[in-house]
């Protein structure tokens, strides 16, 4: 046992590998286990590392972000291609009111932040941190950090706490809204609507052929994409806009995915084969236990020393914009499930709500949840980031 516990706790490379595999393996295993048909699926990998990490298993933190950020573009990367072949059909068709509904979504949820920090005693810069966190915005809390920095305040660091305290809360944030909205409106999923992809010549396949054609079409989109999230774009804020490890791969993917089919670059068996949705599951696993083991013990310490009411205040963030503007798209304007899952986790830039809503789709094909994503996902970037920098400049 002791060889066991020095192993982990000398926190190497060997160490943190293992870890990673440990909570993808132990989270998916526990994904299986449905209670009344429910389950939060690849969502517990999240939080096996959380436990894992609150437990104090020693990680090397530069390679926990190393694979937390090269699992984030995989999935990212992999839901544009799915979703590339049909999606400027599908903006055309609701585009327009998805945007909306996610601005809807932004800034009731930036007003509920502000008017906490306000009841609660909270400085706005602090709780620009919190509500980056609840709704998963890295490029917020970057830019909320960044705009403190410039405006020579010091809570730079308090940010980031605040951030790290909210984020888990902000991931299964739209997770449990869809579910309570289903079940508010009683949605029957046999009921709703589907939307498939548009199968192109070739038809999918899984021969060694289908897998190199994928595995080259993969990393010529991640060096595109990559490089177009990391061109600057000047907006007039005080942190200039990139569109990140996410944004990039996403616009480059969908372009790829959606022209490269067309012109026969690319066919079915690379958009919708098995190799590329292997890549999109072990990318969100990847992601999520990355996650959960860098931010396990920054949680429970944050909490213990009386940050547990921005936990509360992560709750409230999260869940109510979503509802809020949930129920009115279902009941008012009679907006399928699948398209408000994949609502929910764009307007929250929550890749993992869009893994929960592919799952419960149950079918490759669906591409519902993943168009209204990638519909929104742009705009709601570029909103969140902007509205952490007000907060924070609201605090000077």
């Known amino acids: 046992m002791e060889p066991i516990i020095n192993f982990f706790a000398a926190g190497g490379t060997a160490a943190t590998l293992v870890a990673i595999a440990l909570a993808v393996a132990l989270g998916l295993a526990l994904g299986r286990v449905k209670i009344k048909s429910f389950s939060l699926g690849v969502t517990n990998v999240l939080f096996v590392g959380i436990a894992l990490s609150a437990m104090g298993l ?20 992999a839901i544009g291609l799915q979703t590339g072949p049909s999606f400027f059909a599908g903006f ?50 970057s830019a909320a950090q960044q705009a403190a920095s410039g405006a020579g305040m010091a809570s730079a660091d308090i940010i980031a706490n605040g951030y790290a ?46 897998v190199g054609k994928s595995v080259a079409v993969l990393f010529v989109g991640l060096l595109l994409g990559v490089a177009l999230g990391s061109i600057e774009l000047p907006v007039g804020m005080k ?36 190799a590329m949705q292997m890549v999109r599951e072990m990318g969100i696993a990847l992601f999520l236990a990355s996650v959960g083991l860098s931010a396990g013990g920054s949680f429970v310490q944050t909490i213990s020393g009386g940050g547990y009411v ?11 914009p979503l509802l809020v503007v949930g129920l009115f798209a279902r009941r008012r304007l009679n907006l399928d499930f699948y398209s408000l899952m994949g609502l929910a986790g764009g307007a929250t830039t929550d890749t993992p709500a869009l893994a929960y809503a592919n799952s419960v789709a149950n079918n490759p094909s669906n591409c519902l949840p993943s ?19 007000v907060m924070v400049m609201m605090a000077v």
């Open 58 to 77: 020693a990680v090397d933190h530069r390679l926990v972000f190393l694979m937390r950020d090269l699992g984030l573009v995989l999935f990212i990367f």
């Open 165 to 210: 305290v909210s984020y888990p809360i902000g991931v299964v944030g739209p997770i449990v809204c869809c579910i309570l909205i289903r079940n508010i409106c009683h949605v029957r999923l046999d009921n709703e609507p589907v939307a498939s992809a548009a199968a192109e010549k070739g038809g999918a396949t899984t021969d060694a052929s289908a």
């Open 310 to 320: 921005w936990v509360v205040y992560a709750v409230v963030i999260a869940l109510l």
């Open 371 to 389: 168009a209204s994503y990638a519909a929104v996902y742009p705009l709601t970037v570029f909103m969140r980031i902007f509205t952490a920098q």
């Open 239 to 274: 942190v200039p806009m990139k569109l990140g490890l996410a944004g990039g791969p996403l616009v480059v993917a969908i372009l790829m995915g959606h022209f490269g089919t067309r012109v026969g670059w690319i066919d079915n068996s690379v958009t919708s084969g098995v």
């Open 92 to 141: 055309r068709r609701g585009g327009l009111r998805l945007n909306l509904l996610a601005v809807a979504i932004v800034v009731l949820g930036a007003v509920t932040a502000l008017l906490l920090a306000v009841v609660g005693g909270e400085s706005f810069d602090v709780m620009a941190g919190v509500y980056s966190g609840a709704i998963t915005s890295t490029p917020g809390m």
